[in-house]
């Protein structure tokens, strides 16, 4: 059984920071691409930022600066570091697995969301 816990959220105070983590069970995680999306409300849910399972990075233009995507193999995890928090930058985030890389079948997978709230 596949699953993906995020953790972390939280309310913070514009231009505060917080380290979202998402632990996968069930897969075999280093052959994941992962990937973070956010939804705020009333909007389409849109990504974020992206690892591939190789490495190679990728963030949407509002976050690049602000945001650094990293992974950790060994413990299955995915993370997000978020600096200087805007108060558009609320909304759930959730992280995604998309694989196993080299087969024809690649399968999605999400996490439940963690809600991270900027407002002072």
């Known amino acids: 059984q596949v699953q993906l816990v995020e953790s972390g959220g939280g309310l913070v105070q514009p231009g505060g920071s917080l380290r979202l983590s998402c632990a996968a069970s069930g897969i075999s995680f280093s052959l994941y691409n992962m990937g973070w999306y956010r939804q705020a409300p009333g909007k389409l849910r849109e990504f974020v930022a992206g690892m591939t399972s190789g490495g190679y990075i990728n963030y949407i233009d509002s976050v690049k600066g602000r945001f650094t995507i990293s992974r950790d193999n060994a413990k299955n995890t995915v993370y997000l570091q978020i600096n200087s928090l805007k108060p558009e930058d609320t909304a759930v985030y959730y992280c995604?697995?998309?694989?196993?890389?080299?087969?024809?079948?690649?399968?999605?997978?999400w996490g439940q969301g963690t809600q991270v709230t900027v407002s002072s």
């Open positions: 995604k697995a998309n694989g196993p890389i080299g087969t024809l079948r690649r399968d999605d997978y």
